[in-house]
């Protein structure tokens, strides 16, 4: 029988003995809500050991040798194309996109899933192999198309695999079967999400482990920890209710509970359709060992989360696709997107057990339960009984109150393994301004520099700039006209953020440099470690802030730049920023035919189906 935990234990571990938690514990986040209602309850919780798998250092090959040779993160620029190594090998997956009841933390829910699996499988590949997924949409009762996007793939030469319906492509229609095969041109840690509508909240999505060389040694790779919010609702409901909203109530749709891999318990208040005690995800530390754990943020509305282990130290060593050279905390702060990979010495002893944590910040957040728990047990814990049930506290600073703002750590905290420095005259400048406010309907939109986004399903903008011949930027009936940067290399975005809240900047295609971020607006010439920038590919923006994005422009395609908050997305925040438009221009029979394969599909399927987009579509 698994050991139980009695509710006031779990409170109180989740807060701790700091001084400040009191300050958490009646916060507007709801923890105090969440917890009287379970206290009420006295319902025992399960806690559940799962043993975690370990991935390699690195997959089999079709020849003898090592994937990357003699390519370290300090002698190889990552994003030069011809840094990849050609390891002549294809990693293929089949996926298949279902709808299911699921219980993930005990209350009965309508889910949309990859392979019936909540998180979706692992997908896995060496540096320079090609990733190829059969995607076959099984979505019924009722039926709606769907997407795959691998995050944080730069789809050089494969701009059409992108994911992004209406822009790389038309959904894939239900019923039908389509092809993605994308390079794995980047290496570290990332996942593959539904870009259709806001899908993905639904739980369309799964980790991508990319493996590649590493900034520190470690013996055992513990693999993906995905951490998220987590909503009951069914996510088009929650649109509806956007849709209809202010700016405000649109804001105010609280998450449900905090997960961390899936894994979360609650105590089911009498008369509900719930299953209690649904059980907590659980890790093994190998005393003695270095284990690498790859953190992936998914939220749908929740930026940043905090995330810590109990007792022990956590060395970073990268952040989303870009190593860095290591340096130690105490406490991640990831926002909707991103990725942190860190090595952590395990310290503890055979038999011992400690929390793996996970927070929505005050102010950061709207949730009626915050706190987010998973168990690292050391080797032969589980066999201990009850004292495999963790009763370590949180350093201090997992639980101070994060009033000031919602942003990521400070940019000088962190430097890439490989320098690339920030350019003085970049060929172009692109200045975004977003905004919140309502529509001639009343409903809640985002804007970038006026403009709201609503995709064409039916005319993907690649296959319409592809198809073009004069130099006016295209766009259907329906969708912004995208940004023509030309044939520029190197341009700089500044990005204002005219909202009293954060958002997590999230550009496809590519890595950006991130110059400079901070409140009010730029100076015009401040940059932080202008000899080596911060590389990421999603930014957190604060409130009224601003941050200044170094792009480089060569990679041919149409490329959104969106908030990843599902919901701010939903409402329009998002931009297209088309670049090398001359490679695309008269090619259209090449791009026309590959996407036309998605199109054909769902232009039959849409003409015999009412299509229901209430949102912007990606």
């Known amino acids: 029988m698994a050991p139980t935990l009695d509710i006031l234990t779990w409170a109180l571990a989740s807060l701790g003995n700091s001084s400040s938690a009191l300050n958490d514990f009646t916060s507007p986040a709801g923890f105090l809500t969440a917890a009287l209602n379970s206290l009420i309850q006295n319902t025992p919780l399960n806690h559940a050991y799962v043993p975690s798998p370990s991935l390699p250092l690195y997959l089999p090959l079709n020849a003898s040798g090592f994937p990357w040779e003699n390519l370290t993160v300090s002698n190889t620029d990552p994003l030069a194309r011809s840094s990849v190594p050609d390891t002549g090998v294809t990693r293929k997956f089949d996926l298949t996109i279902t709808r299911e009841i699921v219980a993930v933390d005990g209350f009965n829910k309508s889910a949309i899933l990859v392979n019936k699996q909540y998180p979706g499988p692992l997908l896995e590949a060496n540096w320079g192999d090609y990733i190829e997924v059969t995607l076959h949409n099984e979505i019924s009762d009722p039926a709606e198309g769907t997407t795959i996007h691998l995050h944080g793939l730069t789809q050089n030469g494969t701009p059409w695999f992108d994911g992004t319906p209406g822009i790389s492509q038309c959904p894939v229609a239900p019923g039908s079967t389509y092809i993605f095969r994308s390079r794995a041109d980047m290496y570290g840690t990332s996942w593959y999400h539904s870009h259709y509508s806001a899908q993905y909240t639904a739980g369309v999505y799964g980790p991508l482990v990319v493996h590649g060389p590493s900034s520190e040694e470690y013996d055992i790779d513990i693999g993906p920890i995905m951490i998220h919010d987590y909503f009951r609702m069914d996510y088009q409901r929650i649109l509806q209710n956007n849709e209809g909203s202010n700016a405000l109530t649109a804001l105010l749709n609280p998450s449900d509970n905090t997960l961390i891999h899936g894994g979360s318990n609650y105590a089911c208040p009498v008369g509900t359709e ?13 005393p003695g060992k270095r284990h690498r754990l790859r953190i992936i943020n998914t939220s749908t509305l929740t930026t940043p989360m905090l995330f810590t282990i109990d007792n022990h130290t956590m060395t970073v060593i990268a952040n989303d696709f870009t190593s860095l050279e290591s340096y130690t905390t105490d406490v991640l702060s990831l926002s909707s997107g991103q990725r942190t990979d860190i090595v952590v010495d395990a310290t503890g002893i055979a038999g011992q057990s400690f929390w793996m944590r996970t927070r929505q910040p005050d102010l950061c957040s709207f949730t009626l339960q915050p706190f ?20 370590s506290t949180p350093p201090p600073s997992f639980n101070i109150p994060r009033l000031e703002s919602c942003a990521n750590d400070p940019l000088n905290t962190t430097t890439p393994s490989y320098p690339i420095p920030a350019t003085s005259t970049p060929d172009t400048i692109l200045a975004i301004t977003s905004r919140v406010g309502l529509n001639a309907t009343g409903s809640t939109v985002y804007t970038m520099n006026n403009s709201t986004y609503y995709a064409d399903f039916n005319s993907p903008l690649l296959s319409l700039f592809a198809s073009s011949t004069n130099s006016t930027p295209p766009s259907s009936s329906t969708q912004n006209t995208p940004y023509d940067l030309g044939s520029n290399r190197t341009i700089w975005l500044i990005f204002n953020n005219a909202m009293p809240f954060a958002h997590p900047m999230h550009l496809h295609g590519q890595q950006f440099l991130v110059l400079a971020e901070g ?18 590919d999603t930014q957190i923006v604060q409130a009224s802030g601003y941050a200044v994005f170094q792009l480089d422009g060569g990679n041919a395609g149409v490329w959104p730049f969106h908030c990843h908050l599902a919901w701010h997305l939903s409402s329009g925040m998002n931009v297209n920023l088309v670049m090398q438009a001359d490679e695309l221009r008269g090619t259209g029979g090449e791009i026309g035919e590959i996407v036309g394969e998605s199109c054909a599909a769902w232009d039959a399927w849409s003409k015999g189906n009412r299509v229901d987009q209430i949102d912007s579509g990606i």
Do not use: K
Not at 274 to 286: D, I, Q, R
Not at 523 to 535: E, S
């Open 519 to 536: 409140p009010g607006t730029w100076d015009g010439t401040t940059i932080t470690h202008a000899h080596n920038p911060q590389r990421r």
């Open 274 to 286: 719930c299953h209690s005690n649904s059980g907590l995800s659980g890790f093994t530390f190998t």
């Open 372 to 391: 987010g728990l998973a168990a690292i047990y050391y080797t032969d814990a589980a066999a201990s009984g009850a004292n495999a049930i963790p009763t």
